[in-house]
């Protein structure tokens, strides 16, 4: 019998906000995968590090490189590496930050699996800007607001997409954020702007404004920023 693919979501920091289904899923599985890119690599092993005795554990290596070839080569290599694990009957646990199915490594290995005949599941996660705007006390949007979630790293239409009606989380921003929450400051989003260094995790920090958060900055890949 071939064995099952979970992709599980590890939220996006705090270990307590690890699901019930996600623990259960863990426990199941006799081998547990997890992407390493460069960023933030090893924090989700890190929040399930308590369910890892005798799993054994599979390294998946992916490139965030803008040559769509090397990513898909990574891909690949990841993906040849559970199903091998699939093929001699184990169930594997690929655990991703957050939530699978958003901004995700996950997902490409799992429609790849998926194509090639082999159960999968997913176990949704709590999502980083889910944290970050409870950390906050913010609403991401009420009523009939619009939300928009913008990956704001490599955003050639970032100008275009500022003037969208409507809340929106800027998020995988790198080393563009200071660019993005000038842009911001510069169309009077400064005072509407929250921030959320390491949100849930251990070294939070949260800004009530853009000139808050320019007082004092932490900046890195665990920074978003909501604009309402």
Not at 76 to 81: H, K, W
Not at 159 to 172: A, L, Q, S
Not at 196 to 201: G, K, L, P, Q, T
């Amino acid at each position: 019998m071939k064995g099952k693919l979970y992709g599980i979501g590890a939220g996006p920091g705090d270990p307590e906000l690890l699901t019930l289904k996600a623990i259960s899923a863990i426990r199941r599985c006799h081998v547990i995968a997890a992407p390493k890119t460069g960023s933030g690599e090893g924090t989700a092993l890190s929040i399930i590090a308590e369910y890892l005795d005798g799993k054994e554990l599979l390294e998946c290596r992916f490139t965030m490189a803008r040559d769509i070839e090397k990513r898909k080569e990574t891909r690949a290599a990841a993906t040849d590496g559970v199903i091998s694990f699939l093929d001699s009957g184990k169930d594997v646990g690929f655990v991703t930050l957050g939530d699978p199915t958003t901004y995700s490594t996950y997902m490409y290995v799992h429609n790849i699996i998926r194509e090639k005949g082999f159960e999968t599941e997913i176990i949704p996660g709590v999502t980083s800007f889910c944290a970050a705007a409870a950390a906050l006390g913010v609403a991401l949007c009420e009523g009939d607001e619009v939300l928009t979630i913008i990956p704001a790293r490599h955003s050639v239409n970032i100008d275009e997409i500022m003037d969208w009606p409507g809340n929106k989380v800027f998020m995988k921003s790198g080393e563009n954020l200071n660019n993005v929450l000038a842009k911001l400051s510069e169309r009077g989003y400064g005072g509407r702007t929250v921030i959320a260094f390491r949100a849930s995790m251990e070294g939070q920090r949260l800004y009530g404004s853009i000139d808050e958060f320019f007082s004092s900055p932490e900046s890195g890949y665990f920074t978003l920023a909501i604009v309402k």
